[in-house]
């Protein structure tokens, strides 16, 4: 059992590239998140799906974009990094909304 | 939003010491949790609770909601103990809240 799967780990963008984070969880889990952490910080949220379908943006919404592909997959993309984009961002779902989280582990973008 | 605020910031101890780490919340919540983050980056379930005690070996966790507060124990320190610890909270549709993290290092 996985849980929940991030690809790349690792990544370094040219300011201006796209690209997109790919997460799958195995736990059929109906609610899925994208976060990211900067240095010194705790977890601050980009956008999450609430169920297959959905999505709805968090408190850092501005310069993703995120698809629900299917109730395992959702993805994260960035259309033009920016330096201010690098960070390291993790995936993160849960069965309902009152139930433990479960994270993937992380990825590190850095943006140049 | 909820506003949440962990305590100490920092806190340096060594081995086999005791510690106790606090998480205070703004508003009344139904989702709680404690992740230990360590040294490669990795956040690890501690404990989901959003009331009451749970122990797990030398760690235990008590959330008291109605005071909007919830404690991590650590007991007999270890190396691998070290990292930053968070507290996360939600409420309803919300979804979790980070705090700002507790650092703990652990000396031989």
Known sequence: ?112 | GIQVEQSPPDLILQEGANSTLRCNFSDSVNNLQWFHQNPWGQLINLFYIPSGTKQNGRLSATTVATERYSLLYISSSQTTDSGVYFCAVGKGAQKLVFGQGTRLTINP
């Not at chain 1, 980009?46 to 999505?55: F, N, P």
């Not at chain 1, 994270?103 to 850095?110: A, I, V």
Request: glycine share 8%; net charge positive.
């Open chain 1, 1 to 112: 059992n996985a849980g929940v799967t991030q690809t790349p780990k690792f990544q370094v963008l040219k300011t201006g590239q796209s690209m997109t984070l790919q997460c799958a969880q195995d736990m059929n889990h109906n609610s899925m998140y994208w976060y990211r952490q900067d240095p010194g910080m705790g977890l601050r949220l980009i956008y999450y799906s609430a169920s297959e379908g959905t999505t709805d943006k968090g408190e850092v919404p501005n310069g993703y974009n995120v698809s629900r592909l299917n109730k395992r997959e959702f993805s994260l993309r960035l259309e033009s990094a920016a330096p201010s984009q690098t960070s390291v961002y993790f995936c993160a779902s849960r069965a309902t909304l009152n139930t433990e989280a479960f994270f993937g582990q992380g990825t590190r973008l850095t943006v140049v």
